[in-house]
C-alpha cells in the first residue's frame, strides 16, 4: 500500500469512509474522489483512487455489504 496505513477509528460529523484502505476522512479534504453508479466515493490518495478505478465493482460491493 502506498499511503495511510494508518486507520483512524475516530469517526467524525460529516466524514465519509476511504473504501479502498477503510480510512475516515473528511471529503472537503479528500485527495481524490470518483463518481460510480451515482455515488461518489472519496479517498485519501490519489493511490487509493487509483485502486478503485481499476476495480470499481469490488469497492463498491464492500461497502453495500457494510453493517453485516
Ligand atoms: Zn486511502
Redesign the pocket.
Known amino acids: 500500500m502506498c499511503?495511510?496505513g494508518t486507520k483512524n477509528t475516530a469517526k467524525t460529523a460529516g466524514s465519509v469512509t476511504?473504501v479502498?484502505?477503510?480510512?475516515q476522512?473528511d471529503p472537503e479534504s479528500a485527495a481524490g474522489k470518483t463518481e460510480y453508479q451515482g455515488t461518489t466515493y472519496y479517498?485519501?490518495?490519489t493511490?487509493?483512487k487509483g485502486s478503485f478505478d481499476s476495480n470499481p465493482a469490488q469497492y463498491a460491493q464492500a461497502l453495500v455489504s457494510n453493517g453485516n
Open positions: 499511503c495511510c476511504d479502498v484502505c477503510g480510512m476522512i479517498f485519501c490518495g493511490c487509493c
